[in-house]
T-cell receptor
Framework: EADIYQTPRYLVIGTGKKITLECSQT?????MYWYQQDPGMELHLIHY???????EKGDLSSESTVSRIRTEHFPLTLESARPSHTSQYLC??????????????FGPGTRLLVL | KNQVEQSPQSLIILEGKNCTLQ??????????LRWYKQDTGRGPVSLTI?????NTKSNGRYTATLDADTKQSSLHITASQLSDSASYIC?????????????FGRGTQLTVWP
């Protein structure tokens, strides 16, 4: 069982609200990621981080922002939620020291519904 | 264009039967290939990871194969159980560690009936 946590697990919110999805891991992993996943579709990378004070945009254009002030914490913020943001958001972490065996450990996800 | 294609899209089998899921990829250069299991409403969990030089890897009742020449992989599930009902995702990395990009398939949705 991976030690990576996400809160909230479910969130229903109105359009225009600011939201922050929390992600934390206790494995000391340097790399962390945020993915977006719609039903029956592949995961799309929206943000990632190589370590503290490092953040990068992923492949999928996103209006969200992230921060990495502490190794274990990688929150994702939407300044103004819209119905198009309705999706499942998955956080993951990995240890680049594993080389070819580097594996991503995923959190349980946050299901977001914007009305 | 780097892609990962999985088949079938969905599969229903009876408990106790075996099944094989397929993954074809065009990712280049190739670093490694992973199979993940994703239960409904949960995050994916790694089953196996194979590098270029490995052609078979087992994890309990799960056996993954890799043919790097034809760029194909399969995941074989033996003596299926109800708890095997999940989406199985193939993920290919184009190079190792820090610089690696991951390409995700859409998954095969497996349903095991009693």
């Amino acid at each position: 069982e991976a030690d990576i946590y996400q809160t909230p697990r479910y969130l229903v919110i109105g359009t225009g609200k600011k939201i922050t999805l929390e992600c934390s891991q206790t494995m000391g992993h340097d790399k962390m990621y945020w993915y977006q996943q719609d039903p029956g579709m592949e995961l799309h990378l929206i943000h990632y981080s190589y370590g503290v004070n490092s953040t990068e945009k992923g492949d999928l254009s996103s209006e969200s922002t992230v921060s990495r002030i502490r190794t274990e914490h990688f929150p994702l913020t939407l300044e103004s939620a819209r119905p198009s943001h309705t999706s499942q958001y998955l956080c993951a972490s990995s240890d680049p020291g594993q080389g070819d065996q580097e594996t991503q450990y995923f959190g349980p996800g946050t299901r977001l519904l914007v009305l | 264009k780097n892609q990962v294609e999985q088949s079938p899209q969905s599969l229903i089998i009876l408990e106790g039967k075996n099944c094989t899921l397929q993954c074809n990829y065009t990712v280049s250069p190739f670093s490694n290939l992973r199979w993940y299991k994703q239960d409904t409403g949960r995050g994916p969990v790694s089953l196996t990871i194979m590098t270029f030089s490995e052609n078979t890897k087992s994890n309990g009742r799960y056996t993954a194969t890799l043919d790097a020449d034809t760029k194909q992989s399969s995941l074989h599930i033996t003596a299926s159980q109800l708890s095997d009902s999940a989406s199985y995702i193939c993920v290919v990395s184009d190079r190792g560690s820090t610089l690696g990009r991951l390409y995700f398939g859409r998954g095969t949705q497996l349903t095991v009936w009693p």
